[in-house]
C-alpha cells in the first residue's frame, strides 16, 4: 500500500536531491505511485530499494519525475514576438554579446531554437546558450541533438533545411548550433543560480510547484538578470505578482527586471 509518503520524500532526496515537497502532491504522488506500480512495487520502501539497486529504474524515475516534454519553438506566435521584438530591445540595450540562460532546458529543444532565433540577429560566434537540468538522462539526449519529426514541426523552414539532417525517421541538429550552448547540471529548487544574465528561459516548468516554491524560483531569477534583463515563461504559467517581484510585463510571457 502506498501510505509514508512523508518518508519516501526523504528516501528520494538523499538519492536524488530532488525535494518532492516543492511539488504538487496529489500530481506528484499520482504519477509515482503509477511507475512505482509499473515496476511490480506494491509500497514506497519496496521502490526505493528498486531505484537503489536497478540503473535503468532509477534514471527512468528521475525522467519521469522531471516531466520532459519539449519541442522547437514551442508556441510559435511567443517566438515570433521574441523575434521582432525582444532580441532588438536587448540588443539596444545590452549590445550583441548577450548573456542567456535557458533554465529546466529538457532535451535541448528550447536552447537550440533560441540559438536559431538569436542568429537572425547575430552571428553565431557571438551567441553562447548556457543550459541547464537537474536531469543527466536528457542532458545527454540534448547533447546528441537527434530529434523526431514531431518536436522539429514548428521550426522555421529556413533553420529546418539549413540546420537539420535527417538520419532515417529521425533528425540531428547540426554541430555549428550545438557549439553555441553549454549544458551543465543544475537544480531550481536547491543549486545557487548563476548571475548577470540578459535573458532567461524558463518555460512549462514551475506549473508543477507549489506557490511558494514557484515565488522562490522567480525571485531568484531576478537576482539573476542584468538590470532591464528579460524573463520568458510559458504559455501555461502566469505571474500574478510580478510588481511585488520586480517585474514589469512587456506581454503576456514576458517579464522585464525594472531595477
Known sequence: MFDNYEKFK???YALTKIDLNYYKEKQMRRRIDTI????GCSNYDEYIRVLKTDKDKFEAFVNFLTINVS?????????????????????KQHGKNLHVWSAACSTGDEPYSLVMALSK??????IHITATDLDKQVLQKAQVGLYNEKSIANVPPEFKCKYFKQIGKSFQISDEIKRCVTFKEHNLLKDPYPRDFD????RNVVIYFTDDAKDMIYQKFHQSLKSHG?????????????K??????LSSFYFEKNV
Open 230 to 242: 528579460v524573463l520568458f515563461i510559458g504559455s501555461t504559467e502566469q505571474i500574478t505578482n510580478y
Open 121 to 126: 540577429h547575430i552571428p553565431l560566434s557571438n
Open 71 to 91: 519541442e522547437f519553438y514551442r508556441n510559435p506566435d511567443q517566438w515570433k514576438l521574441m523575434d521582432e521584438n525582444v532580441i532588438p530591445k536587448l540588443i
Open 199 to 202: 535573458m532567461i528561459l524558463c
Open 10 to 12: 526523504k528516501d528520494v
Open 244 to 249: 511585488e517581484l520586480g517585474f514589469d510585463r
Open 36 to 39: 512505482a506500480t509499473k515496476h
